[in-house]
């Protein structure tokens, strides 16, 4: 149910979680990272995938100690879960600061004082998060999917958990690493065309992300990509992606051919 992303022996490890959700739902990963004492979650899910997680989770660490529940973003499939997570451990919840004031909708009434004092709203820059004798660095991210998002990056492993940015759409199995990039690519170019805003910000995404010292690309969907290699491919095409408006035209914006007039 789990895989080992990283181990180093010495008390710092990252899972994946990648066959949680069943029937119709998509596809989505999540992780938890471990640092001695500390552990935290990054992109929970919804309702899908809460009881499996949990289950799943509470073999590795005690749930109810989780120092974070981390969100890069607002969807469904990341923090719909919301309301189990303040209820059923002590984190703190991790989101933008644009996101977070949304927050309160996903929580019932009899549990809306859970969450006082427990969210941490980030700012558009990001911010370092404490953890253990570490950090998690959640990094800017914004319009490449959502208007408020951020991925996060663990110096200690060196990965980079990149939300939907390097997402793919593949019922192969997803914690094992892009082999094939030429023949993955067919995997994601429909998705990262339509859900990301423009080349812009892809490439100031990458320009950021070559700063880093990253030796593994986590998506929250579909395939890792795992060395240098792999990881300068992925960032070779994401910089030259052309996407979200740099692909609109006026075919884009009509209103649709009314019935009455299509049958006159």
Not at 18 to 25: F, I, P, R
Not at 134 to 140: D, G, Q, W, Y
Not at 161 to 188: I, Y
Request: hydrophobic share 40%; charged share 20%; net charge negative.
């Amino acid at each position: 149910m789990s895989s080992v992303f990283y181990d180093n022996g010495a008390g710092h490890t990252v899972y994946q979680f990648s066959d949680l959700v069943a029937g119709d739902g998509i596809q989505s990963n999540q992780f938890l990272l471990i640092h001695g004492d500390h552990a935290a979650l990054i992109d929970p899910g919804g309702q899908l995938t809460y009881q499996p997680l949990y289950a799943a989770i509470s073999r590795l660490t005690i749930v109810r100690h989780l120092d974070y529940v981390i969100a890069s973003h607002q969807d469904p499939d990341i923090i719909t879960s919301l309301d189990k997570w303040l209820l059923y451990t002590d984190a703190r919840v991790v989101i933008s600061r644009l996101w977070a004031r949304f927050l309160p909708h996903l929580v019932p009434g009899y549990i809306a004082g859970e969450s006082d004092g427990r969210i941490i709203a980030l700012p558009d820059s990001g911010a370092c998060l404490p953890f253990g004798d570490s950090e998690i660095i959640a990094l800017p991210a914004h319009f490449l999917h959502s208007v408020g998002n951020f991925h996060f990056y663990d110096p200690v492993s060196r990965i980079l958990f990149s939300g939907d940015v390097g997402a793919s759409l593949t019922d192969e199995e997803h914690a094992r690493p892009v082999r094939d990039f030429d023949r993955h690519v067919k995997k994601m170019q429909a998705f990262h065309e339509r859900y990301m805003v423009s080349n812009r910000a892809c490439r100031l995404w990458v320009d950021m992300v070559r700063s880093l010292d990253v030796d593994m690309i986590v998506p929250q969907h579909g395939r890792p990509f795992v060395g240098p290699q792999m990881v300068g491919r992925f960032l070779q095409w994401f910089e030259q992606l052309q996407c979200g408006i740099d692909l609109l035209g006026p075919n884009y914006y009509r209103p649709p051919r009314r019935q009455a007039a299509a049958s006159a």
